[in-house]
């Protein structure tokens, strides 16, 4: 079965732009999460989505939001980016996150945003 | 805030040659989890493990969760250049809907 799809794999963006990043899930996982890796700061996370609603988040600024269509695609977005918003970011997709478990995410291989 | 610690945080070793990855919290998790990341892609699950005490055994790897579901180890016998990667711990929060990840362990395996 497919994997998890992120688009673009690199973009480089000016300072004061923003931008949109995407991710297609695994077929039938309902539950979309987005991380943050850097060197200095490892998987930090983002937020998570699940049936269009957000359910989670992360210590991000207001700055970072995210949507999930109905086909449980997701986009994340970044507006007025700075040099410190350079980073891979990661999609991961999973089953339900429910009290019942915890399956373990299928990550993607993720966009690396490069700020000048 | 939940934190998770590994050790150590950068590993060279000569193939064939066994080694322990660690991952400590304060915090207690519903499960914890293993992934292995390689440069330029997204990390790998290797293992899930919810039961405190609990060992499961993947080929040459061996995973082990605290009897209080606060650490966890990983432990590769007989080392081979295609273990090199940067191995990350996953605790999961799932009253938070998010895991909590440790920074890592760089392992580099020469030939």
């Known amino acids: 079965k497919a994997g998890v799809t992120q688009t673009p794999r690199y973009l480089i963006k000016t300072r004061g732009q923003q931008v949109t990043l995407s991710c297609s899930p695994i077929?039938?996982?309902?539950?979309v999460s987005w991380y943050q890796q850097t060197p200095g700061q490892g998987l930090q996370f983002l937020f998570e989505?699940?049936?269009?609603?957000?359910?989670n988040k992360g210590n991000f600024p207001g700055r970072f939001s995210g949507r999930q269509f109905s086909n449980s695609r997701s986009e994340m977005n970044v507006s007025t980016l700075e040099l410190g918003d350079s980073a891979l970011y990661l999609c991961?997709?999973?089953?339900?996150?429910?009290?019942?478990?915890?399956?373990?995410?299928?990550f993607g291989s993720g966009t690396r945003l490069t700020v000048v | 805030t939940q934190l998770l610690e590994q050790s150590p945080q950068f590993l060279s070793i000569q193939e064939g040659e066994n080694l322990t990855v660690y991952c400590n919290s304060s915090?207690?998790?519903?499960?914890l989890q293993w992934y292995r990341q390689e440069p330029g892609e997204g990390p790998v699950l290797l293992v899930t493990?919810?039961?405190?005490?609990e060992v499961k055994k993947l080929k040459r790897l061996t995973f082990q969760f605290g009897d209080a579901r606060k650490d966890s180890s990983l432990h590769i016998t007989a080392a081979q250049p295609g273990d090199t990667g940067l191995y990350l711990c996953?605790?999961?929060?799932?009253?938070?809907?998010?895991?909590?990840f440790g920074d890592g362990t760089t392992l580099t395996v020469k030939p």
């Open positions: 493990v919810v039961t405190g005490g």
């Open positions: 915090s207690v998790f519903s499960s």
């Open positions: 996953a605790g999961v929060d799932t009253n938070a809907g998010k895991s909590t």
């Open positions: 077929s039938g996982h309902r539950s």
């Open positions: 989505y699940f049936s269009e609603t957000q359910r």
């Open positions: 991961a997709s999973s089953l339900v996150v429910s009290v019942a478990g915890f399956f373990g995410y299928t």
